[in-house]
């Protein structure tokens, strides 16, 4: 059963960066298209960015220009680089491997990311 572990969440003040990190196991994992997702108290799961196989990206207008999604296809991980964060960021962030023809999608169990001073 393949497995998704995130790590890299943390407190962090206004305008400070942070880097996420998504480690898949498993084979084939250049195939599989990737993405961040988040969700803040009260509020439903929220795309947050995407990345195909082939390294095509997408993002969230709330977050574009300020995050950056990757993938280093060889370590079975995928990465989330945060700048600028402010304090509507904070949030639980899942990992997601998206669903195929055959193969139901799968998530992470999340990360916490705290933006406060």
């Known amino acids: 059963q393949v497995q998704l572990v995130e790590s890299g969440g943390g407190l962090v003040q206004p305008g400070g960066s942070l880097r996420l990190s998504c480690v898949a196991s498993?084979?084939?994992?250049?195939?599989?298209?990737m993405g961040w997702f988040r969700q803040a108290p009260g509020k439903q799961r929220e795309l947050v960015a995407t990345i195909t196989g082939g390294g095509s990206t997408n993002y969230a207008d709330s977050v574009n220009g300020r995050f950056t999604i990757s993938r280093d296809n060889a370590a079975n991980t995928i990465y989330l680089r945060m700048n600028s964060l402010k304090p509507d960021d904070t949030a639980v962030y899942f990992c997601?491997?998206?669903?195929?023809?055959?193969?139901?999608?799968?998530w992470g169990q999340g990360t916490q990311v705290t933006v406060s001073s």
């Open positions: 997601h491997r998206a669903a195929t023809a055959t193969e139901d999608d799968v």
């Open positions: 498993g084979s084939s994992f250049s195939f599989y298209a």
